[in-house]
């Protein structure tokens, strides 16, 4: 059994590990047992269900790798999903699980079933995996049943198609994922709606970064944020490109910013004029501005100035 052509790379403290077509399975487990620091396993290539069988001794003889990242379309299939999750039960140590654009619909459930066990994970990226509203219920679920062993702070599930209900099941589950400080849902057809679900699942987390570009929110789903970004004592961060924020939008953020913890905004490409800027003029603000393109990132010193 070979890992051919370069699909499973290893960085360790020592640098660059480079398991290639002429190295086996059983070598590769001697290479773990000698260089046991390894923490990163990184799929670039396509697997076929043998060497997916392989990683995942791999991951099992190691207790030490702590972050496994597949690449796009790189364990596509309910065969080698399911053989891969087997190898990272085995491996306590798990701190990150990136598996992006495989096609997980279908298996999302294997990982769900997965969560309670890692303890110590706390970055999980499925994002571009076509999980839509019952798969991206089924993957909180999952989340929720890791209770007071959770240690997730970052969940990136953006290009899910999740929709707008799919943003309800996250919403009402938010204030029960205590750990979560950095959350993703861009591109999921959110809309108004969405933002009101989201919106009222922050105001009772702990989140400080939110990212929700690429959702058509409008000038209402901003309107919705801002009321409760108001009573936030968390949230210092907020991505909201591509939403179809019209200037009026931008002026209830800036009259919002003075009043709370938040630092950065972002708001390229909206529908934002310059005089949807004016309001913060008091800011370092860093901008490169077209008629297509605006890119503000507010950087409130004046704020810092004020606690001083």
Not at 86 to 112: C, D, F
Request: hydrophobic residues 40%.
């Amino acid at each position: 059994m070979c890992i051919r052509d370069s699909i499973l790379l290893m960085w360790g403290s020592e640098g660059y590990t480079h398991f290639d077509k002429d190295l086996t399975v059983d070598q590769s487990l001697k290479a773990l047992a000698m260089k046991h620091e390894i923490s990163y396993s990184i799929i670039t290539r396509a697997l076929s269900l043998e060497q997916i069988v392989g990683l995942a001794q791999i991951l099992k003889a190691s207790k030490k790798i702590k972050h496994l990242i597949c690449g796009p379309k790189t364990i596509q299939g309910f065969d080698k999903i399911s053989q891969l999750i087997e190898g990272i039960k085995s491996n306590v140590a798990m701190e990150s699980l990136i598996i992006k654009q495989n096609q997980l619909s279908r298996n999302v459930g294997v990982i769900s079933e997965l969560l309670p066990v890692m303890s110590q994970l706390k970055a999980l990226d499925l994002s571009s995996n076509e999980l839509g509203t019952e798969g991206v219920l089924v993957l909180i679920q999952g989340i929720l049943a890791m209770k007071k062993s959770c240690s997730l702070k970052m969940l990136n599930i953006s290009s899910n198609d999740m929709g707008t209900q799919g943003m309800k099941y996250l919403a009402d589950a938010l204030p029960s994922i205590h750990s979560l400080k950095r959350l993703y849902v861009d591109s999921n057809r959110l809309g108004m709606k969405g933002a009101r679900h989201l919106s009222i699942g922050v105001k009772d987390s702990g989140i400080q970064m939110l990212s929700l570009n690429g959702n058509g929110i409008g000038a209402q789903g901003v309107k919705y944020l801002c009321e409760v970004l108001e009573k936030s004592d968390s949230v210092r961060e907020l991505h909201m490109q591509s939403n179809d924020i019209p200037t009026e939008g931008a002026k209830l953020v800036a009259e919002l910013i003075e009043r709370t913890r938040l630092r950065v905004l972002t708001l390229p490409q909206n529908r934002i004029g310059l005089d949807g800027i004016r309001p913060v003029s008091y800011t370092h603000l860093r901008a490169h501005e077209t008629s297509l393109h605006l890119v503000c990132r507010l950087l409130l010193e004046k704020k810092k100035k004020k606690k001083k």
